[in-house]
């Protein structure tokens, strides 16, 4: 009876899982994944997966050596771009959700990416994120939250000696074409003492490579501080708020100006024209939604962000303007806001609404 009942059990059990099995084939055959859920799975991938897949195809379940990183970042970077940045709809994702982005840098600093690596992955988002026209101030704020700290190990203050005139190329070969005229001219040199010309040849080289790397290295410095700039201008001029979230988005600008300033505060952007620069893309970006879409504020958000500006509280503000006798920032913004107000009541009064870009 007992082996009956087993035998019954695991019948049952067969039965259950084939007909879940064939419910499964059913589904994906009748019933596919839609595009958007595929798009779901795909953009939920971390980044750092086509890392992990990169080092088990390089070194197994090793750690990479010093001198396989870059490999490794290349192999890892080529499947991401095959896999993922180009899908035609990964700008719309970044413009949303800046996790990838971010990730980035963790990435950089767990594999000890030098500066020529984190400037082209930083390239890569930059050149991306031109495919969009609107970036979520959430996830600007996410992603520039994390750029002062993340990109903080790659602008040390140090001290570099300035760059040669003469090309590197040339004055190897000169160095090269010395030893052997010197070589030429010793007819009875046995090969004891031309190879131990050799090996002086090659100390001496070596040793101008070790002086060049480090020219070579602040040049490719500036190369992503540079993109560092551009990449933050960008961001600053496609970011954009939402009158449905409201509660969040005073507090969301102060803190993108905040994260600009970090910026300067951290030396990764080291020219106070270029801190400047982002602020006044940051303010300008924020005037234009508050006049597209001040009919859709409540009056408490203007009474809160009126009250901060006028008392001094936002300390940007306060500053002089670089250029003298341009309208200030501070200036700027009151009048956006004095304007936007007059809709915002106009529109709860009277029901005139002036145009918008967004659903509400």
Sequence with gaps: MKRNIKVIAATALLCLVTATTLQADYDNEYHPLTSETREIQLFSTPLRSFFSSAQITRTGDQSPKKEEQNELYVQAMQLYIERMYNDPH?????????????????????????????????????????????????????????????????????????????????????????????????????????????????????????????HQEAEMKEMLRNQTTQFCELILNKVMWYPSAYEDIWENFLNLAHCVQLLGVNHIINHMDHIDNLLWTLVLRFKFFIEKCGSALPEELFTTMRHDIESGSVLFLEANELDAGITSKKEMLLRALAMAETKSIAFRTHGIISDTIFDV
């Design 90 to 214: 990964y700008a719309k994702h970044l413009s949303q959700d800046a996790t990838h982005m971010v990730e980035f840098f963790s990435l950089a600093a767990d594999f000890e990416l030098n500066n020529e690596a984190v400037y082209t992955g930083m390239r890569l988002f930059y050149n991306k994120l031109k495919e969009i026209d609107v970036i979520d101030d959430t996830a600007a704020l996410h992603l520039l939250d994390e750029l002062p700290s993340g990109l903080a190990t790659y602008f040390p203050m140090i001290r570099t000696a300035p760059f040669q005139n003469e090309r590197p190329s040339k004055i190897i070969e000169n160095l090269i074409l010395s030893q052997l005229t010197d070589h030429l001219s010793r007819s009875t040199q046995d090969s004891d003492e031309f190879f131990e010309g050799i090996r002086h040849l090659s100390d001496r080289i070596e040793n101008f490579i070790q002086q060049q790397s480090p």
